[in-house]
C-alpha cells in the first residue's frame, strides 16, 4: 500500500478490472453464449403454435424441433473442442456463429415440418461449433487467476440469464408477434456475435495444432453421444422398456467402451485419456452434471406446477423464473469473489449445497397461491447453480496447456445436454408418484409427485456437495512451495509473487520425465489475486 492507498501490483499479476477491448472481446463471446441457451429455451414455449402453423401431425413429431437442436450438439461437442486446437479457435467460432445465424433464418423462414427440423438440425451442429472454441478462446484470452474466473463468471451468468429469458420472452414474442421471431431474433443476435469476432477475436487465437484427427474416436464418441441422448429423449414417450430405447442405450454403452479402447491405442487420441483421468476434469464434470441436471429437470417440474397446478399461463410461468434469472446474474458477479474465499473446490460443494437446499425445500410448494416461496427457493436454486457451473469451469480448465483447452472447453459444455438424464429422470418419478397418488384428484396427484422429484433433486445436489469435498480434497503429497519446472524455466511467478505451484512427481512431467507444459493448481486453492476482487 502507497500513502495514498493506492495499491502496486507486481508485473505478471492477474489485474482485477478488464480493458475496454477486453469487455468487448468477453461481450462478444458471451454473446454467443446467450445466444445458444436462449435457441435452447425459446423454442419451448413457441412449440403449440409451431405445430399449428406447419402442421405436425403429432405431438411427438412436434418434440422433434427441440430435440433436433439438442442431439447433433451433445454429438458433435468432443469432435469440435479437437477440431479447435487443430484449426484454430477463432475460426472455428466465427464459422459456427456464421453458420447459426444463416440456420435460424431457415428456420424462421420454414414453410413445412422438414424444413424447420433440418434447420434446427444445422442450429446444434453449429452450436457444438461454437460451444468449445467459446470457451477455449475466453480461458486463453484470460489468464488464469481472478480474471479468468470473473469471465468466466459473466459468461455462466449470461447462459443461464439466456434459459431464463427464452422462457419469458417465448411467451411474450409468441404472444405479440408469432412464433418465427423467436427464430429471426437469433437472426439479429448472431449478426451482431459475427461482426464482434471478426473484428475483435486475436488473429493469434488461429495457430493451428499439428496432430492428425483421430477419426475412429470422433465417430465412436458420436454415436455413443447420439445414442445416449436420443433414448433418454425418447424414453418418456416410447416407454423405458421399448425396444428403440433399450437399443439405444446399449449401443450408447458399446460405443463408449469401444471408444476407450480406440483412445487408448490411438497415437493422437479425440480426447487424451490422461486428460479424462485428471481429477480436476472427470470431478468437475461430476459437479457439472448434478448441478445442470438437476437444475434443469427441476425448472422443468417448476414449470409444470406454475401451469398445472398454479393455473398459470404461459407468459406468467416464464415472469415467474425472473427470481431465478436475477440470483443467476448475482452468483456471476460474485463468483470470483467466492472463490477466491473458499477454492474451487469450496464454491463449487457450497454451490451444489445451496442449490439442493433451495431444490428440496420446493417440496413446501402448495397447491394454491405457492409463488412467494416458488421465488425464494427458485432464487437460491439459481444462485447455488451459477457459484458451482463457474466454478467446475473453472476447476476443468485450470493447470491446462493453451492446445488442450479447446478439447477440455467442449467436455466443459457436454454436463449442459447430458442434463436431459438428469431431467428424464425426475420426470419418471413425478409419473410413477402421480400413478400412486392416483386416488386423490388430478392436480394433488400431480403435486405430490412434483414434491417427491423436487426432493429428490435436492438431496442428489446435496449428495454431490459431499463428494466434490471428498474428491476433489487437496492432495496429500502437493509441494505447496515448489514451481513447475516449465514456470520455473519461464520465470514465471505466481499472482502473489511465490511461483508457481507444481504437483509432485508424474503429474509434474510428460513422457520420458519431460516436464509438462503445464502447472496443475491445486483445487482447493483459492484464486490467488494481485488486486481485490
Request: charged letters at 10%; one cysteine or more; glycine letters at 16%.
Amino acid at each position: 500500500m502507497t500513502g495514498t492507498g493506492t495499491r502496486k501490483t507486481r508485473p505478471g499479476a492477474d489485474v482485477g478490472g478488464f480493458s475496454a477491448r477486453e469487455w468487448l472481446i468477453l461481450l462478444t463471446l458471451c454473446g454467443a453464449t446467450f445466444m445458444t441457451g436462449l435457441d435452447f429455451s425459446v423454442v419451448t414455449v413457441a412449440l403449440p403454435e409451431i405445430g399449428h402453423d406447419l402442421g405436425f401431425t403429432s405431438t411427438g413429431r412436434l418434440q422433434w424441433v427441440a430435440t433436433a437442436c439438442l442431439l447433433p450438439t451433445a454429438s458433435l461437442l468432443p469432435l469440435f473442442g479437437r477440431v479447435a486446437d487443430m484449426v484454430g479457435r477463432r475460426r472455428l467460432f466465427v464459422a459456427g456463429v456464421a453458420l447459426f445465424t444463416g440456420f435460424s433464418l431457415v428456420a424462421g423462414l420454414a414453410t413445412g415440418p422438414a424444413m424447420l427440423i433440418g434447420a434446427r438440425v444445422g442450429q446444434g451442429a453449429s452450436a457444438a461449433m461454437i460451444a468449445p472454441s467459446a470457451v477455449a478462446l475466453l480461458t486463453t484470452a484470460f489468464p488464469e487467476g481472478t480474471r479468468r474466473t470473473r469471465a468466466l463468471g459473466i459468461n455462466g451468468a449470461i447462459l443461464s440469464l439466456g434459459f431464463v429469458l427464452g422462457t419469458l420472452g417465448g411467451g411474450v414474442i409468441t404472444s405479440g408477434l408469432n412464433w418465427r421471431w423467436t427464430m429471426l431474433i437469433l437472426v439479429i443476435v448472431g449478426g451482431l456475435v459475427l461482426l464482434g469476432a471478426i473484428g475483435l477475436l486475436p488473429r493469434a487465437a488461429d495457430r493451428r495444432a499439428t496432430a492428425r484427427l483421430d477419426i475412429p474416436g470422433a465417430v465412436l464418441a458420436g454415436v455413443g453421444l447420439f445414442a445416449l441422448v436420443y433414448g433418454i429423449s425418447a424414453g418418456p414417450e416410447a416407454g423405458w422398456g421399448s425396444a428403440s430405447v433399450l437399443g439405444s442405450l446399449a449401443l450408447a454403452v458399446a460405443a463408449s467402451a469401444a471408444f476407450l479402447l480406440v483412445e487408448r491405442r490411438h497415437a493422437a487420441p479425440l480426447i487424451p485419456l490422461g486428460l479424462l483421468n485428471r481429477p480436476t476434469v472427470k470431478w468437475g464434470g461430476l459437479a457439472g452434471f448434478i448441478t445442470l441436471g438437476m437444475c434443469g429437470g427441476a425448472t422443468v417440474l417448476l414449470s409444470m406446477y406454475l401451469q398445472d397446478v398454479l393455473d398459470y399461463s404461459a407468459l406468467a410461468t416464464g415472469a415467474a423464473f425472473l427470481a431465478e434469472g436475477v440470483t443467476a446474474l448475482i452468483g456471476g458477479v460474485l463468483a470470483a469473489r467466492v472463490i477466491g474465499v473458499l477454492g474451487r473446490t469450496g464454491t463449487m460443494a457450497a454451490g451444489l449445497a445451496v442449490q439442493g437446499l433451495g431444490t428440496g425445500a420446493m417440496v413446501l410448494l402448495p397447491g394454491d397461491d405457492g409463488l412467494v416461496l416458488l421465488l425464494l427457493t427458485s432464487g437460491a436454486m439459481g444462485l447455488g447453480h451459477v457459484l458451482t457451473v463457474v466454478s467446475f469451469i473453472t476447476t476443468m480448465t485450470s493447470g491446462l496447456r493453451d492446445d488442450e483447452q479447446g478439447v477440455v472447453g467442449g467436455l466443459s459444455q457436454l454436463p449442459q445436454f447430458l442434463g436431459a438424464i438428469g431431467t428424464a429422470g425426475l420426470a419418471a418419478i413425478v409419473t410413477a408418484r402421480t400413478g400412486v397418488s392416483s386416488t386423490t384428484n388430478s392436480a394433488s396427484a400431480l403435486l405430490d409427485g412434483l414434491h417427491t422429484a423436487l426432493l429428490t433433486a435436492g438431496i442428489v445436489c446435496l449428495v454431490g456437495a459431499a463428494l466434490v469435498v471428498l474428491l476433489l480434497r487437496r492432495p496429500a503429497r502437493s509441494l505447496r512451495g515448489a514451481a513447475s519446472p516449465v514456470v520455473a524455466a519461464r520465470g514465471e511467478r505466481g499472482p502473489a509473487g511465490d511461483p508457481v505451484r507444481g504437483l509432485a512427481g508424474a503429474r509434474g512431467a510428460g513422457r520420458g520425465g519431460t516436464p509438462a507444459a503445464r502447472s496443475p493448481q491445486d483445487p482447493n486453492e483459492p484464486c490467488a489475486t494481485g488486486s481485490t476482487a
